[in-house]
């Protein structure tokens, strides 16, 4: 089983929809959670970051954290055509160097 | 952008030969982890350097190794490449070694190992 689970989809929505995306974990010694953006042929840039379980809003965006469930969520509302990407959840240990990272979802944002 | 540079961003290489990849911090940041994403799946950390010195790493073979220069560049260096090498090779530099809201981690846009 792998420590960070996503799944990979591709999800496609309708421009305007709500974008649920969601990534389990096995390890409850994670405390940082973090959702990074990957467009094609370019690096992860970072969306959303959180610490320990809670909401985080940011404009469109909304990331969730539930370490009871070892669940976190990002949401998009009113999803544009440039959303269109890789999404990747991450997650670190308080005091580690290291990020563990999901799979990944595609999401495509049809005009 | 980012800040941080990679090179080359394509390369092919064959199967045993040795490759050298290539980093280039943001500005100020002295750290410098790699990744390894193989096409369809998430990166999967290889090794960190700080200040010169590999800080910790991930479930990678010796042939995987390193160098960070005084002036926080950094390369990666793979030797006896396996066909399983071929990845997306990702270089993130931050200030500070561990991951927390000051340390974000920007990362470069990579670069594309095939090996045949």
């Known amino acids: 089983q792998k420590e960070v689970e996503q799944d990979p989809g591709p999800l496609s929505v309708p421009e305007g929809a709500i974008v649920s995306l969601n990534c389990t974990y096995s390890?409850?010694?994670?405390?940082?959670f973090m959702w990074y953006r990957q467009y094609s042929r370019k690096g992860p840039e970072l969306l959303m970051y959180?610490?320990?379980?809670g909401n985080k809003e940011d404009g469109r965006f909304t990331a969730q954290v539930d370490k009871s469930s070892k669940y976190i969520s990002l949401f998009i509302r009113d999803s544009q055509p440039s959303d269109s990407a890789t999404y990747l959840c991450?997650?670190?240990?308080?005091?580690?160097?290291?990020?563990?990272f999901g799979a990944g979802t595609t999401v495509t944002v049809r005009a | 952008e980012t800040g941080v540079t990679q090179s080359p961003t394509h390369l092919i290489k064959t199967r045993g030969q040795q490759v050298t990849l290539r980093c280039s911090s943001q500005s100020g940041h002295n750290t410098v982890s790699w990744y390894q994403q193989a096409l369809g799946q998430g990166p999967q950390f290889i090794f960190q350097y700080y200040r010169e010195e590999e800080n910790g790493r991930g479930n990678f073979p010796p042939r995987f190794s390193g160098l960070q220069f005084p002036n926080y560049s950094s390369e990666l260096n793979v030797n006896a490449l396996e066909l399983d090498d071929s990845a997306l090779y990702l270089c993130?530099?931050?200030?500070?070694?561990?991951?927390?809201?000051?340390?974000?981690?920007?990362f470069g846009q990579g670069t594309r190992l095939t090996v045949v």
């Open positions: 390890n409850s010694a994670f405390q940082y």
């Open positions: 959180t610490y320990s379980s």
């Open positions: 993130a530099s931050s200030l500070g070694v561990t991951v927390n809201r000051y340390t974000e981690a920007f």
């Open positions: 991450a997650m670190s240990e308080s005091g580690d160097y290291k990020l563990s």
